[in-house]
């Protein structure tokens, strides 16, 4: 199989149909496959899909009992690509994503042979015109840069039970400017080894062969600072291709359940924690690893 494509589906049929179809508009072989996940929605959703694609041959549907987060619901579709169809390339995508060009599997084909990644991000248009969300960094987290989120969203977090977590943020934002590590210019030319956008991420078979998906230790966030640390560590190349153009919509399955700002925020807060702490023990595995090694 050329390419197979892993959608997560949380009750935004919409997106999810929409999705689909942007594959199906743009992909460039007919060797490929459209896998839907569908990550226990609590509406009628799962039903709906498998009225609409149950007859169609280029799409797999899949359904877990309970939602069991981002890494891991997209690891159910991973899995099973990686067992019944090996392809060359595998495309984890956000229901919210969609394609805008007709050639994606000769780009990736010819970007692979250039550079022999292991994992690839395109250039990514926001919902408001921003090329500004790929790629995110240039390194990997620190520990104390760890430590210190975690300090920031559980302040956050104890602020939200008043209300005044949003007033926080306003006023420190007027104190403490935000510099994306990379400018306008920079996001658009090729970078290698830096940390790529989760909303769509291309795993070539030199990935595929030696993981079964993302690091399952987190429910939600996170994901990229992890999969960028499991790279780098293992002498793995990502590469960011502002070739390869996506459209974004951005946060469609949580806005859809979590209408209210307030406990979506406070929801942000909780499982960034928490994925900030998965983060820092996968770090010091590996850095009492690197000890041990430069230690014999």
């Given at each position: ?72 619901g997209n690891n159910i579709g991973f899995s099973y690509a990686k067992q019944k169809f090996q392809p060359h390339f595998l ?50 987290l620190s520990m104390q840069g760890a430590r210190r989120s975690i300090r920031r969203n559980y302040r956050l977090l104890k ?56 690091d399952p230790s987190t429910f939600l966030y996170m994901e990229e600072d992890i999969l960028f640390l499991h790279l780098m ?64």
């Open positions: 199989m050329d390419i197979v494509f892993v959608i997560l589906h949380y009750t935004a049929i919409e997106m999810t149909i929409g999705c689909v179809s942007s594959i199906r508009r743009h992909i460039d072989t007919v060797k490929y496959k459209i896998i839907i996940v569908d990550n226990c929605s609590p509406d009628d959703s799962w039903r709906e899909l498998n009225l609409i694609f149950r007859n169609n041959t280029d799409v797999v549907l899949l359904h877990s009992d309970e939602n069991v987060g981002f890494a891991r495309i984890l995508m956000n229901n919210d994503v969609c394609l805008m060009q007709n050639w994606i599997y000769k780009k990736l084909k010819q970007k692979y042979e250039e550079t022999d990644y292991a994992v690839l991000g395109p250039m990514i248009i926001t919902g408001e015109g921003s090329i500004c969300s790929s790629p995110l960094r240039k390194e990997i602020l939200n039970c008043f209300g005044l977590d949003k007033f926080y943020r306003c006023i420190k934002s007027k104190f403490y400017k935000h510099v994306p590590q990379f400018s306008v210019e920079e996001r658009l030319i090729q970078h290698e080894n830096v940390e790529i956008h989760g909303c769509f991420m291309v795993f070539s078979e030199d990935y595929i062969s030696r993981f079964d998906g993302l560590k293992n002498n793995l190349k990502s590469v960011y291709c502002p070739d390869i153009v996506i459209y974004h919509k951005e946060d469609a399955s949580t806005d859809a359940v979590l209408k209210n700002g307030h406990k979506k925020n406070a929801f942000v807060y909780r499982n960034c924690m928490d994925s900030l702490k998965s983060y820092l023990k996968i770090l010091k595995t590996y850095d009492e690893k690197d000890n041990c090694n430069g230690y014999n």
